[in-house]
DNA sequence: TAGTGGTCTAGACCACTAT
DNA sequence: TAGTGGTCTAGACCACTAG
């Protein structure tokens, strides 16, 4: 493991129980050299993911200042799947399988995600339930030359996990894209709808591997009144 | 100027006028260090900023691989304001002021922002008009004694450009939450809004500057016909 | 003035990819 | 095997903040 990496990890939990509380300095970077017996640098990186992560604010001649994340509750931002955020967020969950089987790629697939047509995906259709009612609906389209069985227990549980622990996948980043459409009737038929919903939220991603292959296309349509997303953005100076 | 800055934004250049085109590769580390007469850590500094950014992904032994952003058009990630979007991509506009004035901090605003109740902040309503129709409505409330003046002509414009430019705040980052909610009566009065419209995408914003106070609060109010928003995010792996 | 973070360098060793 | 990126070190100088 990463020294830089396991550093991080322990200020982030350090962070998270208080030990170092919103508005506190963490120790100066020479006290950490010291605590952790590594190089400036080696400090440095790992201060610099807690400040691409919003935990901390850097300050030249004060030093780190321990952001306070709660302001809108969890910043759980980035790439995360509904499986790991609403176990981040307590939420009583239960996940049924739709739909699950091989197709093969139509020409609007290929537009998308570039798997050449006519090849082998899995398609796959999820109802995510809350209280017994269907707020979520997950479609999924994997690539079958990179995931070659899809297990529909798999399915039922976290895609991620399955393609990270068990088939050795490294997922590395995503294309992400939100709208608001209007429903049709085949979302009307799989989600838990009044009459009065006429939209759904709609967000869209194209997740790729470490070597850049594209492995996943998702649709997760969400219920209005369910939706939420949360950021840290850092501003880009032009 | 930063050297690793400079070469950072010299390379986004150069991939953005497609130099060095989507899958093609950029010269590796050891040429960069000769092309720009530097050391490795500052190429690998730059070159950190176009991993994390979304235009390139690294690979050991290969190379750093151009990425292809335009999958979902423009990834306009991040902190940005509406002015800068809408010049991004080209979008005619109108913005008019429908209300600008000083404040006395409610318990309601402090509860969010954490300034003292009573202290003064200024409230500003701007209606974004494309093809004369209001379809975004931003209602921000601003720290007044970061920012004493708020001429209407600079809100008119972008607020950021004129605290950067002229007023000299560092603006650093930002907690963003994106909900979708009920259209109220104040809302429908000030927006271009049909009878079907029952709901709007609230984007709330904290915006905070270099020394961790936050100076801004906003709701941007965007008709769910015309709201978007792209996003660019590397896993984070627990 | 002492201590902080910001930048940059030069060099080392490792893991991975090509061939 | 040669070349690539990944990690880590030790040391230097600078800019900023505080007492």
Redesign the interface.
């Given at each position: 493991m990463n020294k830089f990496r396991e550093i991080f990890l322990d200020l982030e939990q350090k962070i998270i129980n208080k030990e170092y509380p919103p508005?506190s300095l963490l120790p100066s970077e020479n006290q950490l050299i010291q605590m952790y017996g590594v190089s400036r640098?080696t400090i440095r990186k790992a201060l610099n993911l807690l400040k691409?992560?919003?935990y901390i604010?850097k300050?030249q001649g004060k030093g780190s200042?321990v952001?306070d994340?709660n302001?809108?509750d969890f910043?759980i931002?980035?790439?995360?799947s509904f499986k790991?955020l609403q176990n981040a967020q307590h939420i009583p969950n239960e996940t049924h399988v739709a739909e699950l089987k091989k197709i093969a790629v139509s020409p609007k697939l290929h537009q998308?995600t570039d798997w050449p047509v006519a090849s082998e995906a899995w398609k796959l259709i999820r109802q995510r339930k809350i209280d017994g009612e269907v707020v979520i609906l997950d479609r999924d389209y994997l690539n079958a030359g990179i995931i070659p069985l899809l297990p529909e227990k798999k399915a039922q549980d976290s895609l991620f996990q399955y393609f990270e622990n068990e088939l050795g996948l490294e997922?590395?980043?995503?294309?992400?894209?939100?709208?608001?459409e209007p429903v049709n009737k085949e979302i009307r038929d799989l989600m838990t709808l009044t009459p009065?919903d006429?939209?759904v939220?709609i967000v869209?991603s194209?997740v790729?591997l470490?070597?850049?292959r594209c492995f996943q296309y998702s649709e997760s349509i969400h219920r209005?009144?369910k939706?939420?997303?949360?950021?840290?953005?850092?501003?880009?100076r032009v």
């Open positions: 508005q640098e691409n992560a919003g604010q300050k200042i952001l994340m302001r809108f910043p931002s980035g790439l995360t790991e998308i997922i590395s980043y995503a294309q992400k894209e939100i709208t608001v009065e006429q939209h939220v869209r194209l790729y470490e070597d850049t209005l009144d939706f939420r997303f949360v950021d840290f953005a850092r501003r880009r």
